[in-house]
C-alpha cells in the first residue's frame, strides 16, 4: 500500500506556477515531518522543503525560498508545495517523503518513507 501519493506534475514555462500535492494515507503521520525532494536527470537527489504534519516550522531550501511554498492541510491529509516563478532548473521528479520525529531533517537517507514521485519539467 502506497503510504504517500505525489500528483499535480507537469509542463510549464518558465515564470509559471505549479502546485504539487502529497497525499498521506494507511497510517498516521502525526507525529512526523513531511518534506519534499526532487532529482534532475544523472543529478543526486535534493531537498527541496519541509514542514511538521501539523503545518507548522517550514523550512526550505535556499535555491527555492521565497519562491516555493510548503502548507499542510490534516482535514485533506496533503501537503502542498506551491511553485512559483519556476525556472528551468527547477526540472525534475519531485517526490514527497516523511519522517519520523520532529527536527528538520533535510538528507534524502534520513527519510522513512516516499513516495513514487512526480515529474515536473519547466520550458524556457
Known amino acids: 500500500q502506497e503510504l504517500l501519493v505525489e500528483s499535480g506534475g507537469g509542463l510549464v514555462q518558465a515564470g509559471g506556477s505549479l502546485r504539487l500535492s502529497c497525499t498521506a494515507s494507511?497510517?498516521?503521520?502525526?507525529?512526523?515531518?513531511i518534506g519534499w525532494f526532487r532529482q534532475a536527470p544523472g543529478k543526486e537527489r535534493e531537498f527541496v522543503a519541509t514542514?511538521?504534519?501539523?503545518?507548522?516550522?517550514?523550512y526550505y531550501a535556499d535555491s527555492v525560498k521565497g519562491r516555493f511554498t510548503i502548507s499542510g492541510d490534516n482535514a485533506e491529509n496533503t501537503v502542498y508545495l506551491e511553485m512559483s516563478s519556476v525556472k528551468p532548473e527547477d526540472t525534475a521528479v519531485y517526490y514527497c517523503?516523511?519522517?519520523?520525529?520532529?527536527?528538520?531533517?533535510?538528507?534524502?537517507?534520513?527519510?522513512?518513507?516516499w513516495g513514487k514521485g512526480t515529474l515536473v519539467t519547466v520550458r524556457s
Open positions: 517523503a516523511a519522517h519520523q520525529g520532529m527536527k528538520v531533517l533535510t538528507t534524502a537517507g534520513a527519510m522513512d518513507y
Open positions: 494507511g497510517r498516521t503521520f502525526g507525529s512526523y515531518r
Open positions: 514542514i511538521d504534519w501539523s503545518g507548522g516550522r517550514p
